[in-house]
Protein backbone atom coordinates (compact mmCIF):
# COMPACT_ATOMS: atom_id res chain seq x y z
CA UNK A 1 0.00 0.00 0.00
CA UNK A 2 1.65 3.39 -1.14
CA UNK A 3 0.89 6.16 -0.16
CA UNK A 4 1.28 10.11 -1.10
CA UNK A 5 0.72 12.65 1.10
CA UNK A 6 1.19 16.79 0.79
CA UNK A 7 1.01 18.95 4.40
CA UNK A 8 0.00 22.38 3.49
CA UNK A 9 1.88 22.63 0.27
CA UNK A 10 2.03 26.03 -2.19
CA UNK A 11 2.96 26.08 -5.09
CA UNK A 12 3.62 28.37 -8.24
CA UNK A 13 6.68 30.49 -9.29
CA UNK A 14 8.68 32.85 -7.03
CA UNK A 15 7.29 35.56 -8.71
CA UNK A 16 3.02 34.23 -8.73
CA UNK A 17 1.74 31.35 -5.87
CA UNK A 18 -0.78 29.10 -8.03
CA UNK A 19 -2.38 27.26 -5.56
CA UNK A 20 -1.69 27.58 -1.61
CA UNK A 21 -2.38 25.97 1.95
CA UNK A 22 -3.01 22.66 0.03
CA UNK A 23 -3.14 19.30 2.09
CA UNK A 24 -3.76 15.78 0.21
CA UNK A 25 -3.80 12.27 1.40
CA UNK A 26 -3.40 9.76 -1.62
CA UNK A 27 -3.47 5.88 -1.39
CA UNK A 28 -3.26 3.11 -3.97
CA UNK A 29 -5.86 2.44 -6.21
CA UNK A 30 -7.37 5.98 -6.16
CA UNK A 31 -8.11 7.54 -9.42
CA UNK A 32 -8.22 11.64 -8.95
CA UNK A 33 -9.38 14.18 -11.42
CA UNK A 34 -8.31 17.88 -11.84
CA UNK A 35 -9.96 20.52 -13.10
CA UNK A 36 -9.46 23.82 -13.44
CA UNK A 37 -9.15 26.70 -16.14
CA UNK A 38 -6.26 26.99 -18.54
CA UNK A 39 -2.87 28.93 -16.28
CA UNK A 40 -4.59 27.56 -13.28
CA UNK A 41 -2.32 25.09 -11.70
CA UNK A 42 -2.66 21.90 -12.85
CA UNK A 43 0.37 21.12 -15.19
CA UNK A 44 2.31 23.00 -12.29
CA UNK A 45 1.09 21.04 -9.48
CA UNK A 46 2.20 17.95 -11.52
CA UNK A 47 5.90 19.39 -11.85
CA UNK A 48 6.03 20.22 -8.68
CA UNK A 49 5.10 16.80 -7.16
CA UNK A 50 7.72 15.41 -10.02
CA UNK A 51 10.32 18.30 -8.34
CA UNK A 52 11.39 19.42 -11.63
CA UNK A 53 9.42 22.99 -10.35
CA UNK A 54 10.44 23.53 -6.63
CA UNK A 55 7.92 23.07 -3.80
CA UNK A 56 7.02 26.83 -2.72
CA UNK A 57 5.80 25.51 0.56
CA UNK A 58 4.92 22.79 2.94
CA UNK A 59 5.91 19.43 2.72
CA UNK A 60 5.08 16.13 0.55
CA UNK A 61 5.66 12.52 1.98
CA UNK A 62 5.94 9.45 0.03
CA UNK A 63 5.25 6.50 2.33
CA UNK A 64 5.63 8.63 5.81
CA UNK A 65 9.28 9.69 4.41
CA UNK A 66 9.71 13.36 3.48
CA UNK A 67 10.75 13.82 -0.31
CA UNK A 68 13.14 16.75 0.00
CA UNK A 69 15.59 14.06 0.82
CA UNK A 70 15.06 11.92 -2.26
CA UNK A 71 17.07 11.91 -4.76
CA UNK A 72 16.75 12.94 -8.54
CA UNK A 73 16.63 8.87 -9.42
CA UNK A 74 14.25 7.56 -6.24
CA UNK A 75 11.95 10.20 -7.32
CA UNK A 76 11.82 9.79 -10.73
CA UNK A 77 10.93 5.74 -9.68
CA UNK A 78 7.92 7.22 -8.10
CA UNK A 79 5.99 8.78 -10.58
CA UNK A 80 5.62 8.38 -14.21
CA UNK A 81 4.59 10.95 -16.44
CA UNK A 82 2.41 11.78 -19.48
CA UNK A 83 3.30 15.27 -20.49
CA UNK A 84 0.60 16.97 -22.55
CA UNK A 85 3.24 17.05 -25.11
CA UNK A 86 6.50 14.78 -25.34
CA UNK A 87 9.85 15.78 -26.78
CA UNK A 88 10.83 12.69 -28.11
CA UNK A 89 12.98 11.09 -30.56
CA UNK A 90 10.23 10.66 -33.28
CA UNK A 91 11.84 8.13 -35.68
CA UNK A 92 11.85 5.18 -32.80
CA UNK A 93 9.45 2.55 -33.32
CA UNK A 94 6.57 1.89 -30.80
CA UNK A 95 8.08 -0.68 -29.02
CA UNK A 96 11.44 0.95 -28.55
CA UNK A 97 9.65 3.45 -27.13
CA UNK A 98 7.99 1.11 -24.58
CA UNK A 99 10.40 -1.18 -23.63
CA UNK A 100 13.10 2.23 -22.75
CA UNK A 101 10.11 3.40 -21.10
CA UNK A 102 9.87 0.16 -19.12
CA UNK A 103 13.55 0.24 -18.62
CA UNK A 104 13.16 3.91 -16.87
CA UNK A 105 12.37 2.76 -13.60
CA UNK A 106 14.12 -0.93 -12.90
CA UNK A 107 16.80 0.42 -15.04
CA UNK A 108 17.97 -3.17 -16.74
CA UNK A 109 18.66 -3.77 -20.10
CA UNK A 110 14.94 -2.99 -22.22
CA UNK A 111 12.67 -6.54 -22.32
CA UNK A 112 14.75 -8.65 -19.96
CA UNK A 113 13.00 -8.94 -17.00
CA UNK A 114 9.96 -11.32 -17.06
CA UNK A 115 7.67 -8.36 -15.32
CA UNK A 116 8.58 -5.99 -18.06
CA UNK A 117 7.43 -8.75 -20.52
CA UNK A 118 4.54 -9.27 -19.14
CA UNK A 119 3.37 -6.08 -18.75
CA UNK A 120 3.92 -4.90 -22.42
CA UNK A 121 1.95 -8.22 -23.67
CA UNK A 122 -0.95 -6.63 -20.90
CA UNK A 123 -0.64 -3.61 -22.19
CA UNK A 124 -0.41 -4.09 -26.00
CA UNK A 125 -3.24 -6.35 -25.57
CA UNK A 126 -5.71 -3.92 -23.73
CA UNK A 127 -5.07 -1.15 -25.95
CA UNK A 128 -5.25 -2.88 -28.86
CA UNK A 129 -1.39 -2.42 -30.26
CA UNK A 130 -0.36 -4.82 -32.02
CA UNK A 131 -0.43 -3.63 -35.36
CA UNK A 132 2.14 -0.58 -34.42
CA UNK A 133 4.49 -2.07 -32.21
CA UNK A 134 7.00 -2.41 -35.23
CA UNK A 135 5.67 1.43 -37.04
CA UNK A 136 7.87 4.82 -36.27
CA UNK A 137 6.20 7.16 -33.80
CA UNK A 138 5.96 9.76 -36.25
CA UNK A 139 3.88 7.46 -39.06
CA UNK A 140 1.14 7.25 -36.16
CA UNK A 141 -1.98 9.48 -36.14
CA UNK A 142 -2.08 12.19 -33.88
CA UNK A 143 -4.90 9.93 -31.59
CA UNK A 144 -2.36 6.66 -31.83
CA UNK A 145 0.15 8.54 -30.58
CA UNK A 146 -1.79 10.08 -27.10
CA UNK A 147 -2.57 6.39 -27.37
CA UNK A 148 1.08 5.14 -28.01
CA UNK A 149 1.88 7.71 -24.81
CA UNK A 150 -0.37 6.56 -22.56
CA UNK A 151 1.23 2.75 -23.31
CA UNK A 152 4.59 3.95 -22.40
CA UNK A 153 4.04 5.84 -19.17
CA UNK A 154 2.20 2.34 -18.11
CA UNK A 155 5.13 0.69 -19.21
CA UNK A 156 7.28 2.60 -16.88
CA UNK A 157 6.10 0.79 -13.65
CA UNK A 158 6.07 3.57 -11.01
CA UNK A 159 3.32 3.59 -8.62
CA UNK A 160 2.07 7.02 -9.05
CA UNK A 161 0.71 7.89 -12.86
CA UNK A 162 0.18 11.42 -13.61
CA UNK A 163 -1.20 12.19 -16.85
CA UNK A 164 -1.97 15.67 -18.29
CA UNK A 165 -4.90 15.87 -20.43
CA UNK A 166 -4.82 12.32 -21.61
CA UNK A 167 -8.04 11.95 -23.67
CA UNK A 168 -7.38 15.09 -26.33
CA UNK A 169 -6.75 13.86 -30.17
CA UNK A 170 -8.75 10.25 -28.90
CA UNK A 171 -11.90 9.32 -30.37
CA UNK A 172 -15.04 7.88 -28.43
CA UNK A 173 -13.84 4.90 -28.99
CA UNK A 174 -10.20 5.35 -27.70
CA UNK A 175 -11.87 7.79 -24.67
CA UNK A 176 -13.78 4.42 -23.16
CA UNK A 177 -10.58 2.23 -23.95
CA UNK A 178 -8.37 4.82 -21.92
CA UNK A 179 -10.63 5.31 -18.97
CA UNK A 180 -11.05 1.57 -18.83
CA UNK A 181 -7.54 0.98 -18.55
CA UNK A 182 -6.99 3.48 -15.68
CA UNK A 183 -10.01 1.81 -13.92
CA UNK A 184 -7.54 -1.26 -14.43
CA UNK A 185 -4.20 -0.26 -13.60
CA UNK A 186 -5.88 1.43 -10.49
CA UNK A 187 -7.74 -1.69 -9.27
CA UNK A 188 -5.30 -3.95 -10.12
CA UNK A 189 -2.38 -2.67 -9.58
CA UNK A 190 -3.11 -0.40 -7.48
CA UNK A 191 -1.46 2.88 -8.61
CA UNK A 192 -2.50 6.36 -7.56
CA UNK A 193 -3.46 7.85 -10.59
CA UNK A 194 -3.81 11.51 -11.26
CA UNK A 195 -5.04 13.03 -14.59
CA UNK A 196 -6.19 16.90 -15.52
CA UNK A 197 -8.97 17.21 -18.15
CA UNK A 198 -11.08 19.55 -19.79
CA UNK A 199 -13.50 16.38 -21.03
CA UNK A 200 -16.09 16.11 -18.50
CA UNK A 201 -17.14 12.91 -19.61
CA UNK A 202 -13.79 11.32 -19.07
CA UNK A 203 -13.56 12.80 -15.39
CA UNK A 204 -17.25 11.61 -14.07
CA UNK A 205 -16.94 8.24 -16.15
CA UNK A 206 -13.08 7.43 -14.02
CA UNK A 207 -12.73 9.80 -11.38
CA UNK A 208 -14.19 8.65 -7.36
CA UNK A 209 -12.43 12.38 -6.47
CA UNK A 210 -12.15 15.53 -8.03
CA UNK A 211 -10.02 18.17 -7.17
CA UNK A 212 -10.96 21.87 -8.44
CA UNK A 213 -8.36 24.16 -8.35
CA UNK A 214 -10.06 28.06 -8.01
CA UNK A 215 -9.21 31.27 -6.71
CA UNK A 216 -5.47 29.68 -5.81
CA UNK A 217 -7.33 27.07 -3.41
CA UNK A 218 -7.73 23.53 -4.05
CA UNK A 219 -11.08 21.95 -3.38
CA UNK A 220 -11.63 18.23 -3.02
CA UNK A 221 -15.44 16.65 -3.85
CA UNK A 222 -16.04 12.65 -3.61
CA UNK A 223 -19.58 13.68 -5.58
CA UNK A 224 -18.53 13.85 -9.35
CA UNK A 225 -21.40 14.75 -11.13
CA UNK A 226 -22.37 17.63 -8.99
CA UNK A 227 -19.15 19.09 -8.92
CA UNK A 228 -18.94 19.30 -12.64
CA UNK A 229 -22.23 21.10 -12.60
CA UNK A 230 -20.91 23.56 -10.91
CA UNK A 231 -18.03 23.92 -12.23
CA UNK A 232 -19.34 24.28 -15.41
CA UNK A 233 -21.83 26.94 -14.30
CA UNK A 234 -19.42 28.80 -12.33
CA UNK A 235 -16.96 29.33 -14.75
CA UNK A 236 -19.86 30.04 -17.35
CA UNK A 237 -20.99 32.75 -15.15
CA UNK A 238 -17.56 33.90 -14.85
CA UNK A 239 -16.81 34.31 -18.65
CA UNK A 240 -20.13 35.84 -19.33
CA UNK A 241 -19.04 38.36 -17.01
CA UNK A 242 -15.65 39.12 -18.23
CA UNK A 243 -16.88 39.20 -21.46
CA UNK A 244 -19.20 42.08 -20.46
CA UNK B 1 28.86 -9.29 -36.70
CA UNK B 2 30.67 -12.25 -37.80
CA UNK B 3 30.84 -11.17 -41.33
CA UNK B 4 32.02 -7.84 -39.89
CA UNK B 5 34.95 -9.53 -38.35
CA UNK B 6 35.71 -11.44 -41.37
CA UNK B 7 35.79 -8.42 -43.66
CA UNK B 8 38.14 -6.68 -41.00
CA UNK B 9 40.36 -9.48 -40.70
CA UNK B 10 40.57 -9.62 -44.70
CA UNK B 11 40.90 -5.89 -44.90
CA UNK B 12 43.67 -6.06 -41.95
CA UNK B 13 45.48 -8.41 -44.23
CA UNK B 14 45.43 -6.75 -47.50
CA UNK B 15 46.73 -3.36 -45.15
CA UNK B 16 49.52 -5.45 -44.38
CA UNK B 17 50.43 -6.62 -47.06
CA UNK B 18 50.29 -3.69 -49.96
CA UNK B 19 52.12 -0.56 -49.81
CA UNK B 20 54.31 1.48 -51.44
CA UNK B 21 57.49 0.05 -50.48
CA UNK B 22 56.56 -3.05 -52.34
CA UNK B 23 57.09 -5.30 -49.27
CA UNK B 24 54.52 -7.68 -48.83
CA UNK B 25 53.47 -10.53 -45.28
CA UNK B 26 55.91 -13.24 -46.97
CA UNK B 27 58.84 -11.07 -47.35
CA UNK B 28 59.07 -11.45 -43.56
CA UNK B 29 60.11 -14.87 -43.11
CA UNK B 30 62.49 -14.60 -46.30
CA UNK B 31 66.45 -14.51 -45.90
CA UNK B 32 66.59 -10.33 -46.41
CA UNK B 33 64.13 -9.09 -43.37
CA UNK B 34 65.74 -6.84 -42.05
CA UNK B 35 64.24 -3.95 -43.96
CA UNK B 36 60.74 -5.53 -44.33
CA UNK B 37 60.56 -5.58 -40.46
CA UNK B 38 61.15 -2.34 -40.31
CA UNK B 39 58.38 -1.54 -43.25
CA UNK B 40 56.20 -3.68 -40.66
CA UNK B 41 56.85 -2.39 -37.51
CA UNK B 42 57.68 1.10 -37.98
CA UNK B 43 55.24 2.07 -40.83
CA UNK B 44 51.95 -0.39 -41.28
CA UNK B 45 51.36 -1.94 -38.23
CA UNK B 46 51.16 1.50 -36.63
CA UNK B 47 49.27 2.71 -39.47
CA UNK B 48 46.44 -0.44 -39.23
CA UNK B 49 46.41 0.43 -35.59
CA UNK B 50 45.62 3.82 -36.30
CA UNK B 51 43.04 3.70 -38.85
CA UNK B 52 41.65 1.18 -36.39
CA UNK B 53 41.15 3.28 -33.21
CA UNK B 54 40.64 6.83 -35.16
CA UNK B 55 37.55 5.48 -37.04
CA UNK B 56 36.67 3.98 -34.03
CA UNK B 57 37.12 7.24 -31.75
CA UNK B 58 35.45 9.34 -34.85
CA UNK B 59 32.57 6.97 -35.37
CA UNK B 60 31.73 6.77 -31.32
CA UNK B 61 31.62 10.19 -30.49
CA UNK B 62 29.85 11.24 -33.74
CA UNK B 63 27.18 8.09 -32.36
CA UNK B 64 26.95 10.28 -28.81
CA UNK B 65 26.76 13.50 -30.61
CA UNK B 66 24.11 12.97 -33.06
CA UNK B 67 22.16 11.63 -29.65
CA UNK B 68 22.87 14.55 -27.98
CA UNK B 69 21.32 16.93 -30.11
CA UNK B 70 19.02 14.58 -31.86
CA UNK B 71 20.44 15.32 -34.92
CA UNK B 72 21.50 12.73 -37.71
CA UNK B 73 24.19 15.41 -39.39
CA UNK B 74 25.89 16.08 -36.21
CA UNK B 75 29.74 15.19 -36.60
CA UNK B 76 32.86 15.82 -34.17
CA UNK B 77 33.49 18.51 -36.43
CA UNK B 78 30.26 20.40 -35.28
CA UNK B 79 31.90 21.42 -31.50
CA UNK B 80 34.44 23.69 -33.11
CA UNK B 81 37.44 21.36 -32.14
CA UNK B 82 38.81 20.58 -35.59
CA UNK B 83 38.38 24.16 -36.23
CA UNK B 84 40.26 24.92 -32.77
CA UNK B 85 43.01 22.13 -33.88
CA UNK B 86 43.53 23.31 -37.48
CA UNK B 87 44.32 26.68 -35.58
CA UNK B 88 46.78 25.61 -33.25
CA UNK B 89 48.90 23.74 -36.31
CA UNK B 90 48.38 26.44 -38.08
CA UNK B 91 49.94 28.79 -35.87
CA UNK B 92 52.64 26.16 -35.01
CA UNK B 93 53.13 25.21 -38.86
CA UNK B 94 52.64 29.14 -40.66
CA UNK B 95 54.83 30.51 -38.01
CA UNK B 96 57.60 28.89 -38.84
CA UNK B 97 58.07 26.60 -35.83
CA UNK B 98 57.93 23.58 -37.67
CA UNK B 99 58.44 22.49 -41.05
CA UNK B 100 58.31 20.14 -43.44
CA UNK B 101 61.49 18.95 -42.64
CA UNK B 102 61.14 18.49 -39.27
CA UNK B 103 60.54 14.49 -38.46
CA UNK B 104 59.42 15.47 -35.25
CA UNK B 105 55.45 16.14 -35.41
CA UNK B 106 54.98 17.07 -31.45
CA UNK B 107 54.91 20.95 -31.66
CA UNK B 108 51.67 20.76 -34.07
CA UNK B 109 50.02 17.54 -31.88
CA UNK B 110 50.70 19.57 -28.90
CA UNK B 111 49.32 23.39 -30.04
CA UNK B 112 46.60 21.02 -32.11
CA UNK B 113 45.65 19.57 -28.80
CA UNK B 114 45.52 22.58 -26.97
CA UNK B 115 43.84 24.66 -28.90
CA UNK B 116 41.15 22.00 -29.27
CA UNK B 117 40.55 22.10 -26.03
CA UNK B 118 41.13 24.97 -25.06
CA UNK B 119 37.74 25.57 -27.90
CA UNK B 120 36.32 22.50 -26.45
CA UNK B 121 36.37 24.14 -22.25
CA UNK B 122 35.75 27.56 -23.91
CA UNK B 123 32.70 26.40 -25.25
CA UNK B 124 31.47 24.44 -22.34
CA UNK B 125 31.98 27.74 -20.51
CA UNK B 126 29.49 29.19 -22.53
CA UNK B 127 27.14 26.26 -22.87
CA UNK B 128 26.16 26.17 -19.36
CA UNK B 129 24.47 29.79 -19.08
CA UNK B 130 22.11 27.89 -22.26
CA UNK B 131 19.66 26.09 -21.37
CA UNK B 132 18.98 24.02 -24.88
CA UNK B 133 21.53 22.02 -26.95
CA UNK B 134 21.06 23.61 -30.25
CA UNK B 135 22.67 26.64 -28.53
CA UNK B 136 25.62 24.44 -28.14
CA UNK B 137 25.66 23.82 -31.62
CA UNK B 138 25.57 27.13 -32.95
CA UNK B 139 28.04 28.62 -30.30
CA UNK B 140 30.40 25.59 -31.46
CA UNK B 141 29.78 26.84 -35.14
CA UNK B 142 30.34 30.59 -34.75
CA UNK B 143 33.73 29.36 -32.64
CA UNK B 144 35.26 27.55 -35.62
CA UNK B 145 34.44 30.52 -38.00
CA UNK B 146 36.31 32.71 -35.90
CA UNK B 147 39.01 30.00 -35.42
CA UNK B 148 38.98 29.74 -39.39
CA UNK B 149 39.24 33.47 -39.92
CA UNK B 150 42.62 33.62 -37.87
CA UNK B 151 43.49 31.00 -40.23
CA UNK B 152 42.83 32.49 -42.89
CA UNK B 153 44.82 35.65 -42.03
CA UNK B 154 47.88 33.42 -40.87
CA UNK B 155 47.29 31.79 -44.61
CA UNK B 156 47.57 34.92 -46.51
CA UNK B 157 51.05 36.31 -44.55
CA UNK B 158 52.74 33.23 -44.80
CA UNK B 159 55.25 31.52 -47.57
CA UNK B 160 54.36 28.82 -49.65
CA UNK B 161 56.02 25.63 -47.45
CA UNK B 162 54.88 26.47 -44.88
CA UNK B 163 51.38 26.63 -46.40
CA UNK B 164 52.10 23.18 -48.10
CA UNK B 165 52.76 21.90 -44.89
CA UNK B 166 49.45 22.84 -43.23
CA UNK B 167 47.56 21.94 -45.99
CA UNK B 168 49.22 18.32 -45.85
CA UNK B 169 48.24 18.08 -42.37
CA UNK B 170 44.21 19.27 -43.28
CA UNK B 171 44.20 16.62 -45.67
CA UNK B 172 44.56 14.02 -42.99
CA UNK B 173 46.38 10.97 -42.68
CA UNK B 174 46.53 7.32 -40.27
CA UNK B 175 50.38 7.65 -40.87
CA UNK B 176 51.57 10.07 -38.13
CA UNK B 177 50.84 8.45 -34.95
CA UNK B 178 53.59 6.78 -32.68
CA UNK B 179 53.20 3.56 -30.82
CA UNK B 180 53.06 5.78 -27.32
CA UNK B 181 50.47 7.82 -29.14
CA UNK B 182 48.46 4.99 -30.08
CA UNK B 183 48.54 3.23 -26.91
CA UNK B 184 47.35 6.82 -25.30
CA UNK B 185 44.58 6.99 -27.45
CA UNK B 186 43.46 3.20 -27.10
CA UNK B 187 42.96 3.69 -23.34
CA UNK B 188 41.19 6.81 -24.18
CA UNK B 189 38.55 5.07 -26.46
CA UNK B 190 38.31 2.04 -23.67
CA UNK B 191 37.81 4.45 -20.65
CA UNK B 192 35.26 6.51 -22.76
CA UNK B 193 33.05 3.53 -23.78
CA UNK B 194 32.95 1.70 -20.61
CA UNK B 195 32.07 5.14 -19.31
CA UNK B 196 29.04 5.87 -21.71
CA UNK B 197 28.12 2.06 -21.83
CA UNK B 198 27.54 2.38 -18.51
CA UNK B 199 24.54 5.44 -19.32
CA UNK B 200 23.65 3.48 -21.79
CA UNK B 201 20.10 3.25 -20.47
CA UNK B 202 20.12 6.65 -19.83
CA UNK B 203 20.93 7.88 -23.15
CA UNK B 204 17.79 5.48 -24.36
CA UNK B 205 15.79 7.55 -22.12
CA UNK B 206 16.65 10.10 -22.98
CA UNK B 207 15.88 9.42 -26.81
CA UNK B 208 12.44 9.05 -25.95
CA UNK B 209 12.19 12.18 -23.35
CA UNK B 210 12.23 10.44 -20.22
CA UNK B 211 14.92 12.54 -18.65
CA UNK B 212 14.08 16.12 -19.93
CA UNK B 213 10.46 15.78 -18.91
CA UNK B 214 11.21 14.20 -15.28
CA UNK B 215 14.46 14.67 -14.40
CA UNK B 216 15.71 17.44 -16.04
CA UNK B 217 18.84 17.60 -13.50
CA UNK B 218 19.78 13.84 -14.44
CA UNK B 219 19.53 15.12 -18.12
CA UNK B 220 21.90 18.35 -17.68
CA UNK B 221 24.61 15.80 -15.81
CA UNK B 222 24.47 13.37 -19.15
CA UNK B 223 24.62 15.58 -21.45
CA UNK B 224 27.24 17.21 -20.29
CA UNK B 225 29.42 13.87 -19.83
CA UNK B 226 28.69 13.24 -23.12
CA UNK B 227 30.01 16.36 -24.39
CA UNK B 228 33.20 16.13 -22.65
CA UNK B 229 33.51 12.59 -23.71
CA UNK B 230 33.10 13.17 -27.05
CA UNK B 231 35.20 16.59 -27.27
CA UNK B 232 37.82 15.33 -25.46
CA UNK B 233 38.24 12.01 -28.11
CA UNK B 234 37.82 13.79 -31.10
CA UNK B 235 40.68 16.75 -29.53
CA UNK B 236 42.94 14.04 -29.39
CA UNK B 237 42.36 12.50 -32.94
CA UNK B 238 42.15 15.57 -34.84
CA UNK B 239 45.41 16.70 -33.16
CA UNK B 240 46.85 13.28 -34.38
CA UNK B 241 45.80 12.69 -36.87
CA UNK B 242 44.16 16.14 -39.00
CA UNK B 243 40.57 16.57 -39.10
CA UNK B 244 39.66 13.29 -41.03
CA UNK B 245 36.45 14.09 -42.23
CA UNK B 246 32.73 12.58 -42.50
CA UNK B 247 33.97 9.42 -40.98
CA UNK B 248 31.85 10.61 -37.99
CA UNK B 249 28.68 11.39 -39.26
CA UNK B 250 28.57 8.53 -41.97
CA UNK B 251 29.11 6.21 -39.55
CA UNK B 252 26.32 6.10 -37.36
CA UNK B 253 23.86 6.97 -39.54
CA UNK B 254 25.18 3.61 -41.59
CA UNK B 255 24.53 1.53 -38.39
CA UNK B 256 21.28 2.49 -37.40
CA UNK B 257 20.53 2.32 -41.16
CA UNK B 258 21.67 -1.47 -41.36
CA UNK B 259 20.51 -2.60 -37.77
CA UNK B 260 17.32 -1.05 -37.88
CA UNK B 261 17.64 -0.22 -34.36
CA UNK B 262 17.94 2.93 -31.67
CA UNK B 263 18.86 0.95 -28.54
CA UNK B 264 22.06 2.39 -27.14
CA UNK B 265 23.27 -0.85 -26.00
CA UNK B 266 24.38 -2.26 -28.94
CA UNK B 267 24.67 0.88 -31.22
CA UNK B 268 27.82 1.86 -28.86
CA UNK B 269 29.64 -1.13 -29.39
CA UNK B 270 28.51 -1.29 -33.26
CA UNK B 271 30.07 2.29 -34.25
CA UNK B 272 33.13 1.26 -32.65
CA UNK B 273 33.25 -1.57 -34.74
CA UNK B 274 31.79 -0.74 -37.74
CA UNK B 275 34.06 2.80 -38.06
CA UNK B 276 37.38 1.13 -37.20
CA UNK B 277 36.57 -1.59 -40.04
CA UNK B 278 35.48 1.58 -42.65
CA UNK B 279 38.67 3.67 -41.58
CA UNK B 280 40.74 0.89 -42.41
CA UNK B 281 38.93 0.56 -46.04
CA UNK B 282 39.27 4.07 -46.67
CA UNK B 283 43.27 4.06 -45.51
CA UNK B 284 43.41 0.82 -47.70
CA UNK B 285 41.92 2.76 -50.88
CA UNK B 286 43.84 6.18 -49.79
CA UNK B 287 47.01 4.25 -50.15
CA UNK B 288 46.35 2.66 -53.48
CA UNK B 289 48.19 -0.50 -53.64
CA UNK B 290 48.15 -0.84 -57.40
CA UNK B 291 50.80 2.51 -57.52
CA UNK B 292 53.65 3.67 -55.51
CA UNK B 293 51.45 7.31 -55.29
CA UNK B 294 48.73 7.54 -52.84
CA UNK B 295 45.87 9.81 -51.94
CA UNK B 296 45.50 11.76 -48.91
CA UNK B 297 42.78 10.41 -46.41
CA UNK B 298 40.47 13.25 -46.06
CA UNK B 299 39.26 12.81 -50.09
CA UNK B 300 38.70 9.12 -49.82
CA UNK B 301 36.84 9.45 -46.45
CA UNK B 302 34.72 12.20 -48.48
CA UNK B 303 33.80 10.32 -51.06
CA UNK B 304 32.53 7.43 -48.84
CA UNK B 305 31.28 9.35 -46.67
CA UNK B 306 29.28 11.78 -48.37
CA UNK B 307 27.19 10.13 -50.71
CA UNK B 308 25.92 7.83 -47.57
CA UNK B 309 24.45 10.79 -45.91
CA UNK B 310 22.65 12.35 -48.86
CA UNK B 311 21.60 8.40 -48.95
CA UNK B 312 20.18 8.77 -45.38
CA UNK B 313 19.02 11.95 -45.37
CA UNK B 314 16.45 10.78 -47.66
CA UNK B 315 15.85 6.95 -46.12
CA UNK B 316 16.92 7.93 -42.81
CA UNK B 317 14.75 6.46 -40.35
CA UNK B 318 15.03 9.96 -39.16
CA UNK B 319 12.32 11.95 -40.21
CA UNK B 320 11.09 13.60 -36.73
CA UNK B 321 14.03 16.31 -37.13
Redesign the interface.
Known sequence: MNHLKGIDINLGYEEKSLVSEFDFDLRSGQIIALLGLNGSGKTTLFKTL?D?IPLLGGDLRWNGMSMRDFS??S??KI?S?L?AR????????VY??LS??A??VN????LKSKRTLEVMTKITDLMKLHPFLEM???ALSEGQKKKVEIA?MFM?DAPVCLLDEPSVFLDISNQKEIADILRLFAKEEGKIILFSSHDLALIENVAETCWVINNSKIEVSNNIKKTIEEYTERDYTEMVLIEN | MLVLFGVFLILAYLELNWGSSGVGIKDLFSPSQEYSSVVFYEIRIPRLLTALIVGASLSFSGLILQTVF?NPLVGPSVLGISSGASLGVALVTLAGYSTLADQDSSPKVMAALIFALAILFLLFGVANRFKDNVSVLIVGMLISYLAGAVVDILIYVSDNEALKEYTLWGMGSFARMTYTQIIIMFSLLIVAYLVVYNK??LM??Y????L???????KKRLVFLLLVIAGVITSFVTAYCGPIAFIGIAIPNLLRFVLK???H?YLLLGSIVLGSVVAVLCDLISSMPWSTRSLPVNAVTSLFGIPIIIIMVFK??????
Open positions: MTVSRQFWPRAMEESLKELYSAANEDVPYHAK | RRNNQLIGEQEIAPKKITNKSRYKGL
